[in-house]
């Protein structure tokens, strides 16, 4: 079966967005870039939101054809154009691109169609709102938490809608030069729950 995990940059005090949706105190750099990627590499393919889909077919499909792209511009437009995105949304119709399909009902029994499907990993990067409704169904097998080292008091939270007790084993963490802290989780097994 494959995996969902979910990449999400969060604050120390465990929001997404601050109270404007603004995510101007996340912290990125190529270190990070270049750690991730390893990750993404292993996908082939990402879960958005509408919003956060929208916000990534702005800029990635032609990020390496850009005026000096970065090597993270190139690697990940490549990556970007070659997976399949899988969008949620009850408002977008079929965006006609690409390797590209639109779910917009019945998200659980969609999301394990997927999970039961052929393929690699399924990531999903920050759509909190999707995130939110995944956990609540408890469709997430897996979490990349990049927690910055700042408290924004107030704004998006990264937990909600959580029905049950969710354990989780720390497989892998991570602290970059920038403070940030990379927490590498995944959902323990049932029969495996021994501390």
């Not at 399949?84 to 977008?92: D, F, N, Y």
């Not at 998200?107 to 409704?133: D, M, T, V």
């Not at 969710?166 to 323990?188: D, H, I, P, Q, W």
Request: hydrophobic share 35%; glycine share 8%; aromatic share 10%.
């Amino acid at each position: 079966m494959r995996k969902v995990v979910l990449f999400m940059h969060v604050s120390l005090d465990g929001f997404t967005t601050d109270s404007n949706g603004g995510m101007d105190w996340i912290n990125v750099d190529e270190e990070m870039f270049d750690y991730a990627g390893e990750r993404t590499n292993a996908s082939d393919t990402a879960l958005y939101g509408r919003v956060t889909y929208q916000l990534m077919e702005s800029y990635w499909p032609t990020a390496a054809d850009q005026p000096n792209p970065t090597k993270h511009d190139i690697e990940h437009s490549k990556w970007y154009k070659s997976v399949t995105k899988v969008v949620v949304s009850k408002t977008m119709k079929d965006a006609g691109k690409a390797n590209t399909i639109i779910i917009g009902e019945d998200l659980p029994g969609e999301i394990r169609k997927l999970k039961n499907g052929p393929g690699k990993e399924i990531i999903i990067f920050g759509s909190p709102s999707l995130a939110h409704s995944l956990m609540e169904e408890n469709l997430i097998d897996g979490y990349w938490l990049f927690v910055n080292p700042i408290l924004i008091g107030h704004g998006i939270p990264l937990f909600k809608n959580i029905k049950q007790n969710v354990r989780l084993k720390l497989l892998t963490n991570r602290t970059f030069a920038s403070g940030v802290v990379c927490l590498n989780y995944e959902l323990k097994q049932k029969n495996n729950e021994q501390d």
